[in-house]
């Protein structure tokens, strides 16, 4: 098991703003880039060469990591002219893999959160003799997720696209996001449109007859899709809860980064990362959440749940909870926002004219 290809192209519509300046696995979690966190897991499983396939901001991947040598793997990196989806993302870089026919290849997508056995997969597949392995994960509520249904040896039987009713619900395994291809059916994939894997090569592969196994570990696992996901993954990091042998420092309640400056008397717990160069003021209280490089939270502020964006500010006695700054932006003093609150790059919102004392 030698080589791996990354899926990083998306453009991560739902984090915005904070992919508006970096695409979504170079966001930083538990203070790195996600993509550092995956490619150590893979790099501990034994992975020794991975591909790149990029597409959204692409420009930003090969001038951090480079061709991969400090992390002791060896990167490549191919950028689509338009979005492939997954499943064309992964033909498209076909021609740069060096794993003969039957070898097998490993697929991530760039935005989950695992603590899968990526060895237990290669092995279920070589066990197998499978033309393609899924991790498969159990959810209590599977119906924002594709069911995949397996038979008493975990071969898969169907794929069922986000059921609605509860007759439709036959299994609480979903599509997990990994997977070991056999190199050949990798240039099955129709090549130069867009493709999806879940919804076209995998149902065309069972309908052909093809061996799709599954392969069940419901270990730590995290869709980041969200910034409420995004943020409480990078708190499972430094928390210890979620596995990364990245993670810059001792796991526990909190990451101060090397530059940051935080008061005395300032509470900052919950898992929360402060990173270079950023500030938390006396009086300010900051619990699980990300504080970006050369963010600033002001005196008394306090911020729950939260990513403050590289540069922002965070004023003087505002309150902030499952929200997300924008880099750049500016949340005057006094400022109340709460869960589901945006605040766009450099924006800013002036400080708060009225304010309720709690006795009121």
Not at 78 to 103: C, F, M, Q, W
Not at 151 to 173: M, Y
Not at 175 to 201: K, L, Q
Request: aromatic letters at 4%; a negative charge; proline letters at 6%.
């Amino acid at each position: 098991m030698t080589e791996a290809i990354l899926l990083v192209g998306g453009k991560g519509t739902r984090l915005r703003p904070l992919t508006v300046n970096t695409p979504k696995p170079m966001v930083p979690a538990a203070g790195v880039p996600f993509l550092t966190h995956q490619l150590a897991r893979a790099r501990a499983a034994g992975v020794e060469r991975i591909v790149l396939a990029t597409s959204y901001l692409a420009e930003v991947f090969e001038p951090y990591f480079g061709d991969g040598s400090s992390l002791g793997l060896h990167l490549e990196y191919v950028t689509e002219k338009e979005p492939l989806g997954t499943g064309g993302a992964i033909r498209n870089v076909a021609d740069r893999l060096e794993s003969g026919p039957d070898d097998p290849v490993l697929v991530f997508n760039g935005d989950i959160l695992t603590g899968l056995d990526i060895g237990a997969l290669v092995a279920t597949h070589a066990s197998c003799g499978a033309d393609v392995s899924l991790h498969l994960t159990r959810v209590e509520d599977p119906r924002a997720f594709g069911l995949v249904p397996t038979d008493r040896d975990g071969r898969v039987t169907a794929f069922l696209e986000k059921p609605q009713t509860p007759e439709e619900i036959v299994t609480d395994q979903i599509n997990a996001g990994a997977y070991v291809f056999r190199r050949s059916v990798i240039d099955t994939i129709p090549a130069g449109r867009p493709v999806s894997v879940e919804r076209e090569t995998f149902p065309d592969l069972l309908s052909a007859g093809a061996h799709l196994q599954g392969m069940v570990d419901s270990t730590y696992w995290l869709d980041l899709g969200t910034p409420q996901a995004f943020v409480r993954g990078s708190a499972d990091l430094v928390l210890g809860r979620a596995p990364s042998p990245a993670v810059p420092g001792q796991c526990g309640d909190r990451l101060i980064l090397d530059s940051a400056v935080v008061a005395a008397d300032a509470k900052v717990t919950g898992g929360t990362v402060v990173c270079e160069g950023a500030t938390i003021a006396p009086g300010a209280t900051v619990d699980g959440s990300v504080v970006l490089a050369g963010a600033v939270v002001e005196e008394g502020a306090v911020i729950t749940s939260s990513l403050i964006g590289a540069g922002a500010r965070v004023g003087r006695r505002a309150s902030l909870s499952g929200t997300v700054v924008g880099d750049g932006a500016t949340v005057g003093a006094d400022n109340e926002l709460r869960d589901g609150a945006r605040v766009w790059c450099d924006a800013v919102l002036a400080p708060a004219t009225i304010r309720f004392s709690s006795d009121q």
